[in-house]
């Protein structure tokens, strides 16, 4: 699978804070995406990038922002942290075709009390 | 957008069984993948199979695109096949890819 890793892998943090989660891709993947996972809820989009500094919302994106300033590394931000932002958040990668292999780093673990 | 809807939403088997899980989508796709998420919470991605039918060990797929549905075999199951299933599909473009709700499938030795 593609070199995909996420940091942190386990986080506590209090509400109203900010906090950014990374995500960094050693294959020359030119599309990254942010996804949240929820009991119930499955797998949802938060947001994603087609190319350094080109990002766009996905079906969850309120609350969240992205930035994309080198093809490898993909960030998302928390600005003012709730509850139900508590989640576990996968970051992914796919190649230079938008029909190629999706693949995910392992994971962020995000607790907000 | 498309839906996509996952059956069996829970399965129970034991081990060297085979089993079936279907994946059935509401509009035309050119796109559909489907992963394994194991029971520490990894995703694997097991197929890229927008049509036809692909072999991967004791894994298959096959995807009926006219049909709007795609099929993943199991056979021969071992307990490291247990876990979730999730079939994807293009929501708003190629490569927005919406998510099933799952089959968990649980290998009993």
């Known amino acids: 699978d593609a070199g995909i890793t996420q940091s942190p892998r386990h986080k506590v943090t209090e509400t109203g804070t900010p906090v950014t989660l990374r995500c960094h891709q050693t294959?020359?993947?030119?599309?990254m995406y942010w996804y949240r996972q929820d009991p119930g809820h499955g797998l949802r989009l938060i947001h994603y990038?087609?190319?350094?500094?080109?990002?766009d919302k996905g079906e969850v994106s309120d609350g969240y922002s992205v930035s994309r300033s080198k093809t490898e590394d993909f960030l998302l931000t928390l600005e003012s942290a709730t509850s139900s932002q508590t989640s576990v958040y996968f970051c992914a990668s796919q190649g230079g075709a938008t029909n190629e292999k999706l693949f995910f780093g392992s994971g962020t673990q995000l607790s907000v009390l | 957008g498309i839906q996509v809807e996952q059956s069996p939403p829970d399965l129970i088997l034991q081990e060297g069984a085979n089993s079936t899980l279907r994946c059935n989508f509401s509009?035309?796709?050119?796109?559909l993948q489907w992963f394994h998420q194991n029971p520490w919470g990894q995703l694997i991605n097991l197929f890229y199979i927008p049509s036809g039918t692909k072999q991967n060990g004791r894994l298959s797929a096959t995807t009926v695109a006219t049909e709007r549905y795609s099929l993943l075999y199991i056979s021969s199951s071992q307990t490291t096949d247990s876990g979730v299933y999730f079939c994807a599909v293009p929501r708003y473009g190629n490569n927005r890819l919406a998510f099933g709700k799952g089959n968990q499938v649980v290998v009993i030795p």
């Open positions: 294959e020359n993947h030119r599309y």
């Open positions: 509009d035309s796709v050119n796109n």
């Open positions: 990038s087609y190319g350094v500094k080109d990002t």
